[in-house]
């Protein structure tokens, strides 16, 4: 065991107040350049073509949840006021090992899109004469120019499908509806899945900007009024994943090189669920020469849930998958590196809520409001939310009362029956 190695990791892994400041303050510069038409930033700042809900809004819709290993299409009747009954949910994985993969780079987009046709029809048990409006989260970097017609730049989170990048979602859709003469259920809005949080959280509470994802993927869009600028409000998804003013440690770099999606991605990489067990896999192979052994965030999660005295659970996680002898000591110089890797991810994703904060409020004058945020990392890891809130008060000092971070489980596909249901913004 070589205690200085590893402390010497941690020591890459730490960030204090003021790197936290500096972050927000660059994000804050790249959202300003960002919303200006030609200016030059790392955020893709895509339009969504949509506001925020009343909270009247009502009927019954179709909501397809696409953006992670698992699919759902849901039945959601909106009553207005908040209120909403879930009508019935269809959800499979995208993946079932040994038997299909339409995610990997050979899989096909005719074949992803009737898998996906196939699962609608379901929902509406095979009713072909009624009229469904369907809502779809794509949680995917689209480019838009209408709430209907979203077309995928790049894939994230290591899908590959053939046949998607470069074409409009719907448009793949819709062919696989007819394909299997689906013909009663029409597509007209898509939006990216931190949207779909946003509205699902202004349905329901009201008072929040924000919205946020903290899963396998990382992403945060955020209600512009482009004030002085004369552009219609909307909400911006700004594909914060793609934020690349961020220094970079070995760790990152190797991660990042082995990656689908090299130089893409740069601070989804170091925050989301889908890298940090590799983050730390790659620590381990660097102190104890062990190759790459796979962790996930889910072992990033366990290992920080041990609070006993000899770190049972974390010995046991380690001894199954490292074929060495593991003392407890070794287990106490993991977990305290596993708490640094959630730690940093906690306090980067804070930072850019604080910097949209600097760009809504130029003038220090935040009100209070919520800031949406649904995800497994966040909903489960432990120590993440206690970071996240010690990181905003680091930055924002007592104006970090004014934020509140809340919950927004399941908004993927609420906030994607709303879309269908609301007026679109034009321009
Ligand atoms: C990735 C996607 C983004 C999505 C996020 C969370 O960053 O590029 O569109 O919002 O994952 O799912």
Not at 36 to 46: A, H, V, Y
Not at 152 to 177: H, M, P, R, S, Y
Not at 228 to 253: H, Q, R, T
Request: glycine fraction near 8%; charged fraction near 25%; hydrophobic fraction near 40%.
């Amino acid at each position: 065991m070589n205690n200085k190695r590893f402390q010497r990791m941690i020591d890459e892994f730490t960030l204090d107040s003021d790197d936290l400041k500096n972050i927000a303050a660059a994000f804050r510069y790249d959202i300003e350049n960002g919303v200006k038409d030609n200016g030059e930033s790392s955020l893709r700042m895509l339009k969504s073509y949509i506001g925020l809900p009343t909270g009247k809004e009502q009927g019954e819709y179709l909501a397809l949840d696409f953006g992670g290993t698992n699919l759902r299409v849901v039945l959601i009747r909106l009553l207005g006021e908040g209120k909403y009954e879930v009508v019935k949910k269809v959800a499979k994985p995208l993946v079932v090992p040994g038997e299909y993969d339409f995610i990997c780079a050979d899989a096909k987009a005719e074949d992803l899109f009737d898998f996906i046709a196939d699962m609608i029809d379901e929902a509406i048990e095979k009713n072909h004469d009624k009229k469904y409006l369907l809502g779809h989260t794509f949680s995917f970097p689209s480019s838009q120019t209408n709430i209907y017609d979203a077309r995928l730049i790049i894939w994230t989170k290591e899908f590959a499908t053939q046949g998607v990048e470069g074409e409009v979602v719907n448009d793949l859709l819709k062919a696989a509806l007819k394909r299997k003469q689906i013909n009663n259920v029409e597509p007209t809005a898509v939006i990216n899945d931190t949207v779909a949080v946003l509205l699902a959280s202004a349905y329901k509470l009201g008072n929040v900007n924000v919205g946020s994802i903290y899963a396998t993927g990382h992403n945060t869009c955020y209600y512009e009024k482009f004030n002085g600028i004369g552009k219609p409000a909307m909400v911006i998804n700004m594909e914060s994943g793609a934020f690349n003013k961020l220094g970079i440690n070995e760790f990152d770099y190797k991660l990042d090189l082995q990656s689908e999606k090299p130089y893409e991605q740069r601070l989804e990489k170091m925050v989301s669920g889908r890298y940090m067990g590799e983050l730390l896999s790659y620590c381990l192979d660097s102190a104890w020469h062990i190759g790459k052994v796979g962790f996930t965030s889910i072992d990033i999660s366990t290992i920080l849930a041990d609070n006993s005295d000899n770190l049972d659970k974390v010995c046991k996680l380690l001894n199954d998958k490292i074929d060495a002898e593991i003392t407890v000591d070794d287990a106490i110089w993991v977990k305290a590196l596993a708490e640094t890797i959630a730690s940093r991810s906690a306090r980067i994703v804070v930072a850019t809520y604080c910097g949209i904060m600097w760009h809504l409020y130029p003038n220090d004058d935040i009100p209070q409001q919520y800031v949406a945020v649904d995800g497994s990392v966040f909903e489960k890891m432990p120590t993440i939310k206690e970071n996240m809130q010690k990181g905003i008060y680091e930055i924002l000092g007592d104006d970090a009362d004014k934020i509140q971070l809340v919950l927004e489980n399941g908004g993927s596909a609420l906030g994607a029956a709303l879309a269908a249901a609301m007026e679109p913004v034009e321009g």
